[in-house]
């Protein structure tokens, strides 16, 4: 049951079937346009999860299976414009609307919200190496942050430096994430190794006057 939905590097034909490999005629990064490092940045994050869901498959339920598999082909494909598969067809059927329910939802919030339900699916997945949200943070990827945050997101997780998500969009000067984290409930208290606060970690007044702001109501 699990094979069908398998976002393996395949795509399905119109009855949207099993999955046969190297149909795929657009690629990622194609779509994304103008080409930035953010971009590729998440493209290549996004082949990662794809590849790494593939030993999930056994623990996803199948609407798991139909959200992963509607969004791995709103990248590599794009907007459903196949045909509806027949009444007799229901798991292509099945298949078909959980794609066609996209409409026109952009490849790169497709890869954000795949990317945040493997991350669901396996919580100690870090592929960068820390938490994902630090990595979003760190890459101004807000949309990607919004996402994970949905999905339950840790968002006081310390990284080996002791560094919140918080320390990264400070650092980075994405005054809007770190606005994002604080009314999501983001700690500006906590302080990394180095004894420092999020609001140390920036030399954007902006920010800072945010983060002491908040910081102020929490003592």
């Given at each position: 049951?699990?094979?069908?939905?398998?976002?393996?590097?395949?795509?399905?034909?119109?009855?949207?079937?099993?999955?046969?490999?190297?149909?795929?005629?657009?690629?990622?990064?194609?779509l994304q346009s103008p080409e930035t490092e953010a971009s590729r940045s998440l493209t290549e994050l996004f082949e990662k999860a794809a590849a790494h869901f593939r030993g999930l498959v056994q623990g996803a339920s199948r609407e798991q299976l139909l959200y992963l598999y509607a969004r791995y082909k709103q990248v590599k494909v794009g907007n459903c414009n196949t045909p509806k598969p027949s009444f007799l067809d229901f798991e292509g059927k099945q298949k078909w609307e959980a794609w066609k329910a996209l409409g026109d939802s952009s490849p790169s919030r497709a890869m954000q919200e795949y990317i945040a339900v493997v991350?669901?699916?396996?919580?100690?997945?870090?592929?960068?190496?820390?938490?994902?949200?630090?990595?979003?943070?760190?890459?101004?990827?807000?949309?990607?942050?919004?996402?994970?945050?949905?999905?339950?997101?840790?968002?006081?997780?310390?990284?080996?430096?002791?560094?919140?998500?918080l320390h990264y969009a400070a650092a980075c000067e994405f005054l809007d994430i770190v606005e994002l984290l604080l009314q999501s409930g983001a700690d500006p208290t906590l302080r990394d190794q180095d004894?420092?606060?999020?609001?140390?970690?920036?030399?954007?007044?902006?920010?800072?006057?945010?983060?002491?702001?908040?910081?102020?109501?929490?003592?």
């Open positions: 049951m699990a094979s069908p939905f398998l976002p393996a590097g395949a795509a399905t034909g119109d009855s949207g079937g099993e999955l046969s490999s190297g149909d795929d005629s657009v690629d990622v990064e194609s991350k669901k699916l396996d919580p100690s997945w870090n592929p960068q190496g820390r938490a994902l949200l630090h990595w979003a943070c760190d890459r101004g990827h807000k949309e990607l942050v919004t996402v994970l945050l949905q999905h339950r997101a840790d968002i006081n997780c310390q990284d080996n430096e002791g560094q919140t998500a004894g420092c606060l999020p609001e140390e970690a920036t030399g954007c007044r902006a920010v800072t006057l945010m983060l002491q702001q908040y910081t102020t109501g929490k003592a």
